[in-house]
């Protein structure tokens, strides 16, 4: 069963717009993390969220945590090439008691800025 | 620091045939996971190990095993490759901070079995 469920799956746009990614369970987690993964490379970590509501925010990225702790968003601000990629989001520790050191990804949503 | 390191990082093997992809990290991370990576499917963990001598199974760990004699160290053992094994494969590992996991990945092992 997948317990991430990661929108929209593909998501090409232009230089300069704005954009939202959602990551949605139906499981509370301990944590949420969004990590990039560039091609032929392993996911790199952006940002934890382990609060309710909680929101970060790193340069032009905006992550929040749902207020019930089972959904998370991404927000890109004036996207650049740079940020081409694919997004995960993963989750430790759930309701169903789930091992907090246990990771468990989304399939994520693979991001193309053209310039 | 060389973080997570991953060997070999492509191999082609045949059905049947054995390996054993190598990780090493030098973070002193009690925890260390083997995933694999199909196109569209995200992550599915095969095996985990919450430190030296114990190992327990993922989401899809037939046809693998691991073992974990020292902190560093956590190879993953392909028997009788398959076809289906055709993936790409992560190592990583984590420490638990308050109330998180946070994952560092190696750079990953393409596997196709022909």
């Known amino acids: 069963t997948q317990l991430l469920e990661q929108s929209p799956q593909f998501l090409s746009i232009q230089e300069g717009e704005n954009l939202t990614v959602y990551c949605n369970s139906s499981s509370v987690f301990s944590s949420l993390q969004w990590y990039r993964q560039e091609p032929g490379e392993g996911p790199v970590l952006l940002v934890t969220v382990v609060t309710g509501g909680e929101v970060k925010k790193l340069k032009r990225l905006t992550f929040q945590f749902g207020d019930a702790r089972k959904d998370s968003s991404l927000h890109i601000t004036a996207a650049q090439p740079g940020d081409t990629g694919l997004y995960l989001c993963?989750?430790?520790?759930?309701?169903?008691?789930?091992?907090?050191?246990?990771?468990?990804f989304g399939k994520g949503t693979l991001l193309t800025v053209n310039p | 620091n060389a973080g997570v390191t991953q060997t070999p990082k492509f191999r082609i093997l045949k059905i049947g045939q054995s390996m054993t992809l190598q990780c090493t990290q030098d973070?002193?991370?009690?925890?260390m996971y083997w995933y694999r990576q199909d196109p569209g499917m995200g992550l599915k963990l095969i095996y985990y190990?919450?430190?030296?001598?114990?190992?327990d199974k993922g989401e899809v760990p037939n046809g693998y095993n691991v073992s974990r004699s020292t902190t560093e160290d956590f190879p993953l053992r392909l028997e009788l490759a398959a076809p289906s094994q055709t993936s790409v494969y992560f190592c990583?590992?984590?420490?638990?901070?308050?109330?998180?996991?946070?994952?560092?990945f190696g750079q990953g092992t393409r596997l196709t079995v022909v």
């Open positions: 990583a590992s984590s420490y638990s901070g308050r109330g998180s996991t946070e994952a560092f």
């Open positions: 190990s919450v430190g030296a001598g114990i190992t």
């Open positions: 993963a989750g430790a520790g759930t309701n169903s008691g789930g091992s907090n050191y246990k990771l468990t």
């Open positions: 973070m002193n991370h009690n925890y």
